[in-house]
């Protein structure tokens, strides 16, 4: 398993080239870590994503992919937007899941970005089991060949428990 960071913390305030948005696909902001991001960034980060909506993206971003803007206000140089499947008990959209990190890193990777700062997508309003998405996050991630740092910033301390204990179980 690679080096990967855990931290519990707000993903708005992280001095990394790259924080990822759990957004939705409309990218015109939302809640929970989406709203804090826009919220934190300001303006240009709705401005760049409506500017994304108005050319290249006009029907949203689909689940599983991810795109980049500024990051505004926020100390990091970019926000790499992506978009989580909602979960479903009778639909296994694991694959989904898995692609937003790995669309995430190889965005970040065409960027330049040494580092990249992800929350646990899909694990908040979306309704992902926490410890499926702790390890499909982890595994997503070790098995990018995106060679910069990798952090998690996980808003409560429930969830960077189930993330060590399921980084503890993988290694």
Avoid: K
Avoid at 14 to 27: E, F, G, P, Q, T
Avoid at 93 to 120: H, I, K, Q, T
Avoid at 131 to 149: F, N, W
């Amino acid at each position: 398993m690679r080096d990967i960071t855990l931290l519990q913390g707000d993903i708005t305030t992280m001095a990394v080239d790259a924080v990822v948005n759990a957004a939705n696909s409309s990218l015109l902001g939302g809640g929970g870590v989406d709203g804090a991001i826009h919220r934190a960034g300001g303006p240009a980060i709705l401005e760049a994503c409506r500017a994304l909506r108005a050319t290249t993206l006009p029907d949203g971003l689909p689940a599983g992919d991810a795109v980049a803007t500024t990051a505004g206000r926020m100390p990091a140089r970019w926000v790499i937007h992506t978009v989580g499947p909602v979960w479903s008990p009778r639909d296994d959209r694991s694959a989904v899941l898995a692609s937003a990190y790995r669309r995430s890193l190889e965005v970040a990777a065409e960027l330049g970005a040494a580092s990249v700062a992800f929350p646990a997508v899909s694990a908040g309003v979306y309704g992902w089991p926490h410890e499926s998405a702790a390890e499909i996050a982890l595994e997503s991630v070790d098995a990018s060949p995106y060679e910069g740092a990798v952090s998690f910033v996980l808003f409560s301390d429930a969830m960077l428990r189930v993330f060590e204990a399921t980084l503890d179980r993988l290694r």
